[in-house]
């Protein structure tokens, strides 16, 4: 009787010990070759957006856009890798149309959505596809996070750093007649010479395709400054000469009821 309730015993330990191991396999599998844990929210989401806008090819561009960062390092990843991304999914030019912002995203983003008549980066297939997501890979995974990734800042070549750099740089190139650039007046210096628009974007926008820049300063109670500026001569000056160049102080408030009031012409905005 004793031996069988032994045997019993070894048979359950057995069987504890296989279905351990089992666990711990399974994990380590999933842990290291990515298996069965990556993340499809993200493809999904791009894969939908992306089929709202006409024209793109959504398995290829999504296929590219994994490519760029799948497999690598989360801070080596350099603006260069979108760039089979861009040429899959090419921004189209809106001549006229297309607005620039350094720090008056939210402004930006009201005026942009409620009024059709002009154009940002976030508009875009590309950027709305990935506004405001969050993505990095992993060296020797297949697996796609989107948590735990790189801040903006933590380094230089990270994933959603670089797409939005080289997105930018692209999205200038793109710019084509009268463009829009709108800064925050209640900065003492609205221009950034170190920021996206400053950095990459102003320098791409290239006579005889860009024609005009208008720079709309974005004017509240307690302005900082003013269209004759020290940071704005200092934008002027950086311009491609054969840019002719505009500033205009507009009040938020004028802003904000142009986005609203479909019976002001987008040109009266300012």
Do not use: H
Not at 19 to 44: F, K, M, N, Q, W
Not at 68 to 86: N, Q, R
Not at 127 to 136: S, Y
Not at 231 to 245: E, F, I, M
């Amino acid at each position: 009787m004793q031996l069988i309730i032994t045997r019993q015993m070894e048979r359950r330990w057995i069987i504890c010990i296989i279905a351990s191991a089992a666990i711990v396999v399974g994990l380590g599998l999933g842990l290291g070759l990515g298996l069965g844990r990556s993340d499809t929210s993200l493809r999904t989401s791009f894969i939908n957006t992306c089929q709202e806008f006409s024209g793109y090819n959504c398995e290829t561009a999504w296929q590219e856009f994994e490519k760029a960062y799948v497999g690598k390092d989360s801070c080596s990843v350099p603006p260069e890798a979108y760039s089979d991304l861009m040429t899959a999914a090419p921004f189209q030019p809106n001549c006229n149309n297309m607005m620039l912002w350094s720090k008056t995203k939210d402004i930006v983003s009201d005026m942009t959505t409620r009024r059709k008549c002009f154009t940002r980066l976030e508009s875009t297939m590309l950027g709305a596809a990935l506004d405001n997501k969050v993505w990095c890979g992993k060296e020797g995974s297949k697996e796609i996070f989107t948590e735990s990734c790189p801040k903006w800042d933590a380094c230089v070549n990270n994933p959603q750093r670089s797409f939005w750099t080289k997105a930018s740089a692209s999205f200038a190139e793109s710019a084509c007649g009268n463009v829009t650039v709108m800064l925050d007046g209640s900065r003492k210096e609205p221009f950034d010479p170190a920021s996206a628009f400053g950095s990459v974007e102003l320098p791409r926008l290239k006579a005889p395709a860009v024609m005009f820049l208008t720079v709309v300063l974005v004017m509240n109670s307690n302005p900082e400054s003013t269209c004759s500026s020290t940071s704005l001569q200092t934008l002027k000056n950086t311009l491609d000469p054969g840019v002719r160049y505009d500033c205009k102080e507009v009040q938020r408030s004028r802003i904000s009821q142009c986005a609203s009031d479909t019976s002001i012409a987008c040109d009266k905005c300012w």
